[in-house]
């Protein structure tokens, strides 16, 4: 089955104004979606970043594919090396960790990889998790993801969300979003606050939903003494911590103090880095993301390689649309060893650029589509309208520090702040 055209479309959708380390997020998130034309008609649908660098790149890979196998995936991961060769840009966005040239190829041949498989699911007429090896689970859970926020956007009305920047605000965040998606765990993005006012917002939580496990994350924004200090006074409150402090070192220095398992998206991101974390014992809980770990089939070898080690597997988020939660869903259910319920920010996001209704949440899971492929269906109108709002926004990239001077003028992103 030939690969006859790939069309690249960059989309833009409306995003709150989420509060992070590194500052907040803008009025629009940038993906780009993927359609890999092939012969008979069939196509497969990719999603990943949507910044310029990214999407250039992209497009290099592009102009190499057409007469390619869509079951030749090392001949696909090949035309990636081949197209970028030195030309790479790592990408330093401070939320997913260090930049590497290996990391980079990895996430351009992922969302090249996601639409081979969606492909060869509709030639064979089978889901992708049939193609991974079958399913392990009918279902995925996914996490209440809170975040700190503001009402609303400079020169915007408040959001339906309204601010949130109290304990009180959060558990009222968690319950409209608990009762609208059934979900049965809650993370918190932290590093925003003070970690005192951080572990109040936790225990609030807490008393609010008693036995919903609960995670914080505040990407490395305290020092170890920090991260020790608070790991112990939430000990007994906390599913796992997760990237309390930056770096392996760092990360080990907490976890052998720390009652519970320290999670990670920043310190393990490649395969380069599971020797050193897992030797030094700095994570019990490996947060995957095939966006940037090789695409779903490089997922699954880093399952197995965590559970070789005694070491948990859940899955991070970014700001996505719904093939990429698809993604996520299909490998998900693929992957025997997934220890937590997963993130998403699906809650986040009014629009998509999918078929309403072949993702839903019930309990706090989705079920995996039955339907051939990704199970997932481009909406065409759709897509022109997210494009549209690509054009409109004028953004280019991610830039949540910049952003956030416009709230408040001196600011510095927060990593190791406390």
């Not at 009025?27 to 310029?52: I, K, M, N, Q, W």
């Not at 007429?125 to 995925?140: C, F, I, M, T």
Request: aromatic share 8%.
């Amino acid at each position: 089955m030939k690969i006859r055209e790939v069309v690249l479309t960059p989309v833009a959708f409306a995003d709150p104004p989420l509060l992070n380390v590194m500052g907040v997020h803008e009025p629009f998130a940038l993906r780009t979606v993927l359609e890999l034309r092939c012969e008979d008609g069939v196509v497969g649908l990719g999603e990943s970043y949507g910044d310029s660098a990214f999407a250039d790149q992209a497009r290099r890979v592009a102009a190499e594919l057409p007469g390619l196998d869509v079951f030749d995936l090392p001949g696909i991961r090949r035309a990636v090396s081949r197209a970028l060769g030195d030309t790479v840009v790592a990408d330093r966005h401070g939320l997913i960790g260090g930049a590497s040239i290996g990391k980079t190829l990895a996430s351009v041949y992922s969302l090249f990889e996601v639409a081979a498989l969606d492909a060869q699911g509709h030639v064979l007429g089978r889901p992708v998790a049939d193609l991974l090896g079958g399913k392990a689970r009918d279902e995925v859970e996914f996490s209440a993801y809170l975040f700190y926020k503001y009402a609303g956007h400079p020169d915007a009305d408040p959001d339906e969300w309204g601010e949130a920047l109290t304990p009180d605000a959060l558990v009222e965040q968690a319950r409209r979003m608990i009762n609208r998606y059934g979900f049965r765990s809650i993370k918190l993005k932290g590093g925003v606050l003070a970690p005192e006012q951080e572990i109040e917002g936790i225990r609030a939580l807490a008393d609010a939903f008693p036995g919903h496990p609960l995670r914080l994350d505040p990407n490395a924004a305290w020092k170890p003494d920090t991260a020790i200090d608070v790991a112990r006074r939430l000990d007994g409150v906390l599913e796992y911590l997760e990237d309390p402090t930056p770096g392996i070192e760092g990360m080990a220095r907490v976890a052998e103090r720390a009652a519970m398992p320290l999670a990670t998206n920043m310190c393990v991101v490649s395969f380069a880095d599971i020797e050193p974390a897992f030797r030094a014992r700095a994570v019990g809980v490996v947060l995957s993301d095939h966006h940037f770990w090789g695409g779903l089939r490089d997922t699954q070898a880093l399952s197995t390689t965590c559970r070789a080690f005694g070491v948990g597997l859940s899955m991070h988020s970014n700001s996505h649309l719904g093939i990429s939660l698809a993604a996520m869903v299909q490998v998900a259910a693929a992957t025997p060893h997934l220890s937590y319920a997963c993130d998403t920010h699906w809650p986040w996001k009014d629009s998509d650029v999918i078929v309403p209704g072949a993702l839903d949440f019930v309990n706090g899971a989705v079920r995996v589509p039955d339907r051939p492929g990704l199970g997932v269906e481009l909406d065409p109108d759709a897509l022109g309208r997210a494009h549209e709002d690509y054009l409109r926004c004028g953004l280019t990239r991610r830039d949540d520090v910049n952003y956030m001077r416009r709230f408040v003028q001196d600011f510095e992103p927060n990593t190791a702040r406390w």
